[in-house]
């Protein structure tokens, strides 16, 4: 929504992500349940009026606000990575900033405890207003991205949701077991430098599983790569692994590995080469006939370990 101050619309269009406070910004501020992994029990007397959570709210950005919090003569205040962008002038009263602080701001952030903004998303804590960014960065209740590779999807959700996501917006093959057969087909691969096949999903063990497999460049190299991916968080995937195999012409490659969690995006898991590694000229030899066709079947299993 448009503010009606083109300063402020011109700024929102170009957001900025602002790390967390470092070190001697945050005052005399207690971390230590940044890193605690037990919850906070919600307090029933606990309120925040929403006229103290405006005062933390950057005019520019819109983003909660961190120290070091500036201000101008008037008492304006704007975040710290807002204020170089403004060119040194506040942008609700264009004068001068300087370099003054808000302390009296910081200090009543200091004394804030704010709930998870997951909460709906199952997490009951509550954390000091400082150290909340970094939870909500690490909580185990925030949402997963949609790890749909064939677009730039923007759905967020728990699996439950991201599973029917899949299946009824992305069309995705989905399956059940632990092992699988795939025959990927492409022809005129050579004119191919970026390619990625349709998703799978398996259902095993009581969870999900994507299978991944795409084309793309290994430096001057042109090669397939296939992995899977876990959905749920790491340490749970680490309970599993699964194996791939792909062949033709009496060879054989085979690759073993531990599913990587959705948590890391496809290209993530793709760029760290952490999969089976097809070379295209040893993909087409799989492939058989003239070669000018890719025909390559990929078959492996997913099983939990003891």
């Known amino acids: 929504m448009a503010s009606g101050n083109p300063f402020f619309d011109d700024l929102r269009n170009k957001p900025e992500v602002i790390d967390p406070p470092q070190g001697e910004d945050l005052m005399d501020i207690n971390e230590s349940s940044a890193n605690d992994s037990t919850q906070t029990p919600i307090k029933p007397n606990l309120t925040v009026s929403s006229s103290v959570r405006e ?35 506040c942008p609700t009263c264009r004068h001068e900033l300087g370099n003054i602080r808000c302390l009296a701001l910081e200090k009543v952030a200091a004394s ?3 709930p998870c903004k997951y909460q709906s998303y199952g997490c009951i804590g509550i954390y000091p207003y400082y150290s909340k960014l970094k939870h909500e960065s690490q ?16 759905v967020m959700g728990d699996i439950p949701y991201l599973v029917t996501h899949l299946k009824d917006d992305h069309k995705v093959d989905m399956h059940s077991g632990s092992t699988f057969n795939h025959r990927y087909v492409k022809a005129n691969p050579h004119e191919v430098e970026n390619a990625t096949w349709m998703l799978t999903v398996f259902s095993c063990f009581g969870q999900y599983f994507c299978l ?16 899977l991916r876990f959905m749920g968080d790491d ?3 680490k309970n599993y692994s699964y ?3 792909v062949g033709g012409n009496g060879r054989k490659m085979i690759w073993q590995g531990v ?7 496809h290209r993530k898991v793709r760029d760290s080469f952490d999969g089976l590694i097809i070379q295209r000229s040893m993909a087409l030899f799989f492939s058989g006939g003239d070669r000018k066709e890719l025909k390559l079947r990929v078959t492996g299993r997913i099983w939990k370990e003891q």
């Not at 909580?139 to 923007?154: D, I, K, L």
């Not at 991944?212 to 992995?227: D, K, R, S, T």
């Open 139 to 154: 909580c185990v209740f925030r949402p997963y991205n949609c790890p749909y590779a064939g677009s730039e999807c923007t």
């Open 243 to 245: 194996s791939l195999e």
């Open 55 to 89: 005062l933390l709210e950057c005019p520019v950005c819109l983003n909660a606000m961190y120290p070091p919090i500036h201000q101008c003569s008037n008492g304006h205040t704007i975040c710290s990575g807002c204020k170089p962008r403004v060119h040194n002038r």
């Open 235 to 237: 340490n749970e995937a």
């Open 212 to 227: 991944h497999f795409e084309a793309f460049q290994l430096g001057m190299a042109p090669v397939y790569i296939a992995f």
């Open 112 to 114: 804030l405890e704010l």
């Open 259 to 265: 599913p990587r969690s959705i948590r890391d995006s």
